[in-house]
């Protein structure tokens, strides 16, 4: 159905549920970029959970950047 231009009225209009939306963009996104692409592109979108702030200062308290560094190196080379 072609768009309305400005100053025309809508015809035949009828609005989609957000579900419905959602449901063509995602079949949009698996068809143009494959799934997994797709599916690595709405990860970005997601929240998290738990509270990083903490487990990062639990993590690394007590340590300077020199020894995470070194931690970080020695879990490589393993």
């Not at 690595?40 to 308290?61: N, P, V």
């Not at 970080?72 to 080379?77: G, H, L, P």
């Amino acid at each position: 159905m072609p768009m309305a231009r400005m100053g025309e009225k809508c015809q035949n209009f009828s609005m989609k549920s957000l579900a419905e939306i959602n449901q063509r963009a995602i079949q949009l996104l698996y068809r143009e970029l494959g799934v997994v692409d797709a599916v690595r592109f709405l990860r970005q979108f997601t929240t998290g959970y738990g509270d990083y702030t903490k487990e990062r200062d639990e993590l690394f308290a007590g340590k300077n950047l020199q020894e995470i560094l070194a931690e970080m190196a020695q879990q490589k080379s393993l």
